[in-house]
């Protein structure tokens, strides 16, 4: 009877030490907290009634001395180094997408001010070139000029001043004939 009340209360020690154990095995590895309902299940990995608990410590023991004997052979420094640059290789990716980001930001940016700066230009051209062309009049009554942009090209590249003076448009009038200008200045002149 005593014996049997020695091995109830190893029992009870045993049982108290592998529920410490767990306990502890749980704060070290969390995913044991998710998987635990798998544990014992038939078709799970966690089914253990096909395994040789003796086995598989032995299994265990030697994997870990092989684990640790590795260990030392392992540089800490290079380890350090490698954790170090594969950080900075995460940082470096996450740099290179907010710059690619930005740049498309900027690109669009571009576009639409220069949509923006046409827009503008037309509309100031329009209004200085009929202003000019009043200001001309009222200093050379009976003359004509604007501002165009050169031939083949648009007003973003620049502006010429083209004119034509009294006499051309009285020639003009009277004879559909010029009055030995160049051909050049003919295509100028508005119809």
Not at 66 to 84: A, C, H, L, T
Not at 101 to 108: G, L, N, S, V
Request: proline share 4%; net charge positive; aromatic share 6%.
């Amino acid at each position: 009877m005593q014996d049997l009340a020695h091995q109830i209360e190893r029992f009870h020690k045993e049982q108290q030490g592998a529920t410490q154990k767990l306990t502890n095995m749980e704060k070290e590895h969390e995913w044991i907290a998710t998987e635990k309902d798998n544990f014992g299940r038939t078709g799970t990995p966690y089914d253990f009634n096909g395994q040789n608990i003796t086995e598989n410590k032995s299994t265990l023991r030697n994997l870990t001395e092989r684990s640790q004997g590795m260990k030392k052979k392992i540089n800490p420094k290079v380890m350090n180094m490698i954790d170090s640059v594969e950080k900075k290789e995460v940082s470096l990716k996450n740099m290179m997408k907010t710059v690619i980001r930005d740049k498309k930001k900027i690109e669009e940016t571009i576009v639409s001010l220069d949509e923006y700066k046409k827009k503008a230009l037309q509309e100031t051209w329009e209004k200085v070139n009929g202003d000019f062309g009043q200001i001309f009049a009222e200093l050379l009554p009976g003359s004509f000029c604007r501002l165009d942009a050169p031939e083949g090209k648009t007003i973003n590249d620049g502006l010429e001043v083209k004119v034509i003076p009294f006499y051309y448009l009285l020639a003009i009038l009277h004879s559909h004939k010029p009055l030995g200008l160049p051909r050049q200045s003919m295509e100028t002149i508005p119809h």
